[in-house]
């Protein structure tokens, strides 16, 4: 069974820096392009950041996540980063790593971001 594990979110101030993980495990075939959503209380999951199998970003999406926020990935351990710089309290969500593995939409449980003073 093919499982998406998030980590590395949490509580910081606005300025500060976050960087989360994600790591696909249960695997049989190749992982292709793998993304970064979001969804904040009261709002639509959105697309943050794709990225392809052989690093090519596919989209940095969600227009206040431009320049701040980095996608990148490690295909020798399975896992994809979001590294996310000068965090505003708007970029306070659920975080959500996702694939499409053989055509099955696989998502991760979430990791909680918190950007409050």
């Known amino acids: 069974q093919v499982r998406l594990v998030e980590s590395g979110g949490g509580l910081v101030q606005p300025g500060g820096s976050l960087s989360l993980s994600c790591t696909v495990s249960?695997?049989?075939?190749?992982?292709?392009?793998m993304s970064w959503y979001r969804q904040a209380p009261g709002k639509e999951r959105e697309l943050v950041a794709s990225?392809?199998?052989?690093?090519?970003?596919?989209?940095n999406n969600a227009d206040s996540a431009k320049g701040r926020f980095t996608i990148s990935r490690d295909n020798a351990k399975n896992t994809v980063i979001l590294q996310m710089n000068n965090l505003k309290p708007e970029d306070t969500a659920l975080y959500y790593c996702?694939?499409?593995?053989?055509?099955?939409?696989?998502w991760g449980q979430g990791t909680q971001v918190t950007v409050s003073s």
């Open positions: 990225i392809t199998s052989n690093g090519f970003l596919v989209t």
């Open positions: 996702h694939t499409d593995y053989n055509g099955v939409n696989l």
């Open positions: 249960g695997f049989t075939s190749a992982i292709g392009a």
